[in-house]
């Protein structure tokens, strides 16, 4: 199944995998200035769809995961251990 995309005045026609996921095309990527890994916005508008690279602050308000990572970001590698884990589980329940 072929599926048209509008990006900054592309138009792109990609194929869906059989996990229906697509591939942005190096030619969209560069034109957003996109990083491997970037979280990417879609918007649906009728029957297509737009993509963006969301502002920090939209990353923030809807991905609370991607909003701590930005937030607390780790300094260096750290040595999991439980009582480190168990001290991080009560910080999340203590925000509640």
């Known amino acids: 199944m072929y599926t048209p995309t509008l990006i ?3 138009i792109v026609l990609v194929k869906m995998d059989q996990k229906w996921r697509i591939r942005i095309p190096k030619k969209v990527r560069k034109a957003l200035k996109l990083q491997n890994k970037q979280p ?3 918007e649906i508008e009728g029957s297509g ?3 963006s690279s ?3 602050e939209r990353i ?3 991905d609370p995961v991607l909003r701590d990572m930005i937030e607390r970001p780790l300094k260096s590698k750290i040595k999991i251990t439980r009582e480190l884990l168990e001290k991080l589980e009560e910080e999340q329940w203590s925000g509640l």
């Open 60 to 62: 923030i308000e809807t």
């Open 40 to 42: 990417v916005e879609i």
């Open 49 to 51: 769809a737009r993509i």
């Open 8 to 10: 900054v005045g592309i």
């Open 54 to 56: 969301p502002s920090k």
